[in-house]
């Protein structure tokens, strides 16, 4: 089924984003649902991806656990059994595209791992040689492989863009320690995450990670190396130099970029051809990383 918007009026409602609807159960467990809404240039879309949010939370119930001897998570089960009781009502809407996770106290920051030259990486080192106020080498092309994965991390707005931000005023915004521990953690689980991805044939050109503390204890949260939060390039036809083909939101991007569209609201409608190959993007993804077909 579909499943653009939820309205489960015996919960509480703790946060809608562009794609997740989040309730509160209780005082230390929400309940988040992945929907089918899908957005480009922070613009959400009037038609929603089929399936696209259960490929999303599949994928990150993957990869939470595969980098969980890395650093923790929020989640507690993506079981609809073990729900609370009360829940048993919106299992329709819940199976396969939900999670039952702690709350957390998140930090107010997007924590983006770059390992390839693409983006808005690409478009600042164009004009100034650097991302995020890291000095690269001279000559790179667009897609190049980076010598090392660099932590460019950005701010995170409720309304607007996000805008790119340099480790100093990171550590100017929560101090030295807490910058450096999300750095480096999330160079961990990028190496980690894209080492293996390799071995499935797929690329992790970038990504985005979210954290935040449980227990005085940094842990990782919301989703998780998913096509909505990364650039994930075929191996096998990956060629330095042009754009690469892609399983993310990038072949939705480079549609929209390809009409007459401001891109500020509304949106413009997408064709059905258009969400079909957006789908099997995503199914993909899913198959090549996990394994394991989507059903």
């Not at 609201?265 to 394991?292: D, V, W």
Request: net charge negative; charged share 35%.
């Amino acid at each position: 089924m579909l499943l653009k918007n939820t309205d489960f009026i015996d919960l509480p409602p703790f946060a809608k984003g562009k794609v997740r609807d989040v309730y509160e159960v209780d005082d230390n467990l929400l309940l988040m649902v992945v929907t089918d809404r899908i957005s480009a240039f922070d613009v959400v879309f009037n038609e929603p991806i089929p399936d696209k949010g259960k490929v999303l939370n599949k994928i990150s119930e993957f990869w939470f656990d595969f980098t969980k001897d890395i650093i923790g998570n929020h989640v507690v089960t993506s079981d609809v059994s073990r729900y609370p009781k009360g829940l048993d009502k919106y299992k329709k809407e819940l199976e396969g595209r939900s999670m039952l996770v702690r709350k957390v106290n998140m930090e107010n920051v997007e924590c983006i791992v770059r390992g390839y030259l693409e983006g808005s990486g690409l478009k600042e080192y164009k004009s100034r040689g650097t991302i995020c106020g890291i000095r690269l080498p001279e000559g790179l092309k667009q897609a190049d492989k980076l010598p090392e994965p660099i932590f460019t991390p950005s701010t995170k707005s409720k309304e607007g863009h996000d805008e790119n931000i340099t480790f100093d005023e990171l550590v100017n915004m929560i101090g030295l320690e807490r910058a450096m521990k999300l750095k480096e953690k999330s160079i961990a689980i990028y190496t980690a995450a894209s080492e293996y991805a390799k071995s499935r044939g797929i690329i992790i050109a970038d990504t985005k990670f979210e954290f935040g503390y449980l227990d005085g204890e940094l842990v990782v949260a919301d989703e998780m190396l998913t096509p909505d939060s990364s650039r994930f390039w075929p191996l096998d036809d990956y060629e330095p130099g042009r754009a690469q083909k892609s399983f993310d939101k990038q072949f939705l991007r480079e549609y929209l970029e390809s009409i007459e569209w401001d891109k500020n609201p509304p949106p413009p409608s997408l064709p059905e051809e258009i969400i079909e190959k957006t789908r099997a993007k995503y199914i993909e993804a899913y198959e090549r990383i996990t394994g394991n077909k989507f059903i």
